[in-house]
């Protein structure tokens, strides 16, 4: 998943794990890769250690005769989170100011490490493009950049569109995903999308439960079947990971 700030990226990733499962499609590994870390809410989960605090431990508390390696490598299985038919990992970020390279490389070390593990994986990167700069994702099957309505949430859409293929990234294909769609908005939809293809863009209507389930801190993965976002994102992901696979 990728896109601008407020798109609903974690909403729709945790909907993706959700048909997965749903789907009998399992093990997935979900990894939430954004250093303001959310995913575990929209699964219903807690999260107790994330990768960015698994290093600032490795910094001061690696127990004698334990190299750092090993003392990294029993922090990130200790900070997995199982769950039914799926597991978690998240990011998170360093304490203090900084950038977040070094948990940016971690993560991206992990992921290589375990994906072969999983025959699905479910990445939730942070807002922008910078990950993509950072290349903490190399290998991508399928790329859903996600937009709102907005023509900014496009116009950014479309630059990491051409940002990807520009630091040529293994990406199998790349689908829009026009999210909290609204009515009256099919000329700017056509328009500025033309460079994904006729076929490679969708639309998700907005939903008033999303709106209630975030008010009420539920998780959104329990969306009722009554949801119109979630009809329109089951009939999305069924099509590209159904019947493309048919």
Do not use: W
């Not at 998943?1 to 997965?20: C, D, H, I, S």
């Not at 490598?73 to 304490?95: N, T």
Request: aromatic share 6%; hydrophobic share 40%.
């Amino acid at each position: 998943m990728a896109g601008k700030g407020g798109t609903g990226k974690t909403t729709l990733a945790g909907l993706l794990v959700r048909f997965l499962k749903e789907q009998d499609m399992t093990p997935i590994l979900a990894v939430d890769a954004d250093a303001n870390s959310n995913l575990n809410e929209v699964l219903g989960l807690e999260v107790e250690e994330t990768l960015g605090e698994a290093r600032e431990m490795m910094k001061k508390d690696v127990p004698a005769g334990m190299t750092k390696d090993i003392f990294m490598e029993m922090k990130v299985e200790q900070s997995l989170v199982e769950a039914h038919g799926f597991d978690l990992m998240v990011m998170g970020r360093p304490e203090g100011p900084g950038c977040y390279c070094a948990a940016n490389s971690l993560l991206s070390k992990f992921i290589e490490r375990m994906m072969n593990n999983y025959p699905y994986l479910v990445v939730d990167n942070e807002a922008g493009m910078e990950h993509f700069s950072r290349l903490t994702t190399k290998y991508i099957d399928l790329l859903l950049i996600v937009s709102d309505s907005s023509r900014r949430g496009i116009l950014s859409a479309r630059r990491i569109h051409d940002l990807v293929d520009e630091l040529n990234i293994r990406v199998g294909r790349k689908y829009l995903l026009v999210n909290q769609y609204r009515d009256k908005l099919e000329g700017l939809v056509a328009k500025e999308t033309e460079i994904f293809g006729p076929d490679s863009v969708s639309t998700i209507p907005e939903d008033d439960l999303i709106y209630q389930f975030d008010l009420e801190g539920k998780p959104t993965v329990e969306l009722p079947p009554e949801s119109v976002a979630l009809k329109a994102v089951n009939e999305i992901f069924r099509k590209l990971l159904l019947e493309k696979a048919a």
